[in-house]
Structures are given as structure tokens and as C-alpha cells.
């Protein structure tokens, strides 16, 4: 039995060292900055994002170099004309390659922007939507630039 545990605890001690090791090393950093004041109206706007049935289409896959991002958004099936949407880009190894776009409407619920990829890596892109300065809905997206 003793030979048993000789064997058992190095093991099981391996084992949580390695754990240990792979978190540590791949540690993707989604904890958020002031998660409390981010999270206050959380509710409020997906409950009216709900209301107003609002659905935002994702951006086509992003590659490297200069994207032209184009975001399709309806309001109960119908084009929303004439939305406040911003495009945040940002590196998540790095935030001096972040930035913040203005969107400009190309066509009844069609938005455009252009940004810019200067590197190979995880970037992630948010869209927020507002409504007389109030956050109505955000949309987060991860893509991993080769």
C-alpha cells in the first residue's frame, strides 16, 4: 500500500504543476477592468435591446493589413437608420494598437468603417450602439489574424 502512495503523490504533484504551468502561460486575460461600473447598466440595455429587437450581423472575417468592416443591424427585422455606432479594435497582447471608429451608414442599416491590422495575433472588435448618449446594445467578436 505505501509503495502505492509512492507512486500516487509525485504523480497527482506533476500533475498540478503542469496546470499550473499550462494556465499560467496561456492566460487569455478576459478579466475586465472596473467590472462593477461596466456592469451597472448592463440589464438596462439588454432589456432594450430586447424591446427594440435589435440584431446586429457580425463583420466578415478580419485579415491582416486594412479592413473595410461593414455591419448590417435591424430593429425588428427592419434596416436601423440613422444609429450612433462606434468600432473598437484592439490587439489583446497589446493596447497601442487599439482604436476607436466612428461608423458611417452607407445604406439603410448598412454601417462602414475602415480599420486598420498591422499584425498577426488575437484581435477582438466590439460595436456599441447608442441612443441619445444611453448604451443600447454592444457586440464583442474575437478573430485570430494569421
Do not use: H
Not at 15 to 24: D, I, P, Q, S, T
Not at 123 to 138: G, P
Amino acid at each position: 500500500m505505501k509503495l502505492f502512495f509512492y507512486i500516487i503523490y509525485p504523480l497527482f504533484f506533476f500533475a498540478m504543476g503542469c496546470g499550473v504551468y499550462v494556465a499560467f502561460r496561456d492566460a487569455e486575460g478576459l478579466v475586465d477592468n472596473n467590472y462593477y461600473e461596466n456592469s451597472k447598466g448592463y440589464f438596462q440595455a439588454k432589456a432594450a435591446e430586447e424591446r427594440l429587437g435589435i440584431a446586429i450581423q457580425p463583420p466578415a472575417a478580419l485579415k491582416r493589413g486594412e479592413n473595410e468592416i461593414r455591419i448590417a443591424i435591424t430593429s425588428k427585422g427592419k434596416p436601423l437608420e440613422q444609429a450612433n455606432l462606434t468600432l473598437f479594435i484592439g490587439n489583446l497582447s497589446s493596447t497601442g494598437y487599439d482604436s476607436t471608429i466612428t461608423m458611417r451608414e452607407e445604406a439603410p442599416g448598412i454601417y462602414r468603417a475602415t480599420a486598420e491590422i498591422p499584425f498577426k495575433g488575437v484581435w477582438f472588435a466590439r460595436i456599441d450602439l447608442k441612443q441619445q448618449q444611453q448604451l443600447i446594445t454592444s457586440k464583442k467578436w474575437f478573430s485570430d489574424i494569421q
